[in-house]
């Protein structure tokens, strides 16, 4: 199989509108985020299988289309360290077990999409090879030019940093043209939309005005990172059924994180 090239272009897509930007075709590898809490449906914990399956048949869809794709997906279903803490674990034993929990989550995907036909691996940054393969980049890079999905699991493999930081990390590692976040809300709000009708929805963001305004996309490390590797985030909702596509066409609802235009 012959390897493709990728050109980020990052100069061109970063002065380009969100529509445009999404609909240029510059980009031919992208990362996914998914929060854990996608994956339980209608329940208030753990992994539902329908919810698992049908996330599954939108990332093969979006895989169709040619991108190369890498996963990253939150363990909030399961147990969250942050939680953890708060009610009075170490943090970095509640951080841990949190990790543990985005393995459990990326297996049931892996497991999901196999079922669909599309070749997968799991790459987690806490070694158990009894189950999945230990992050290593150039590996990853050949599982992806060989059409296959990486999954990155365990976060960075290190308390105190959220699977949001373990997304942009290996974004940049992969060197991936767009980050994109499906949370349960469209976009980035000013506000909580779910406790603020009246919040608004932004079409395009910079990397600063997120930090300076404390705007809860990702967490700051993360934010950081891709501002600093000229690598876009893309926030939309992944509970709309067929979401995926229509973000990477560029006729859904969504905003974009990149630079400042001059």
Known sequence: ??????????????????EDFMASGHYRRVLLKLSGEVLMGDQSFGIDPDTVARVAAEVKAAKDTGLELCLVIGGGNIF??????AKGM?????DYMGMLATVMNALAMQNALEQLGVQ???????????VCEPVIRRRAERHLEKGRIVIFAAGVGAPYFTTDSGAALRAAEMKCDALLKGTSVDGVY???????????????????????????????????????????????SIREQGNILKVLDGSGTFTVVTQEKD
């Open 80 to 85: 969250r360290g942050m939680a953890g803490a």
């Open 120 to 130: 997968t691996r799991v790459q987690s940054a806490i070694e158990m090879d009894k």
């Open 190 to 236: 000013d506000a909580d939309p779910k406790k603020v009708p009246t919040a608004k929805r932004y079409e395009t963001l910079s990397y600063d005005r997120v930090l300076s305004d404390n705007l809860k996309v990702m967490d700051a490390s993360a934010v950081a990172l891709c501002r600093d590797n000229s690598i876009p985030i893309v926030v939309f």
């Open 90 to 94: 170490d943090r970095a034993q509640a």
């Open 1 to 18: 199989m012959a390897l493709r090239s990728y050109s980020r272009a990052p100069l061109l897509h970063l002065q380009l509108g969100k």
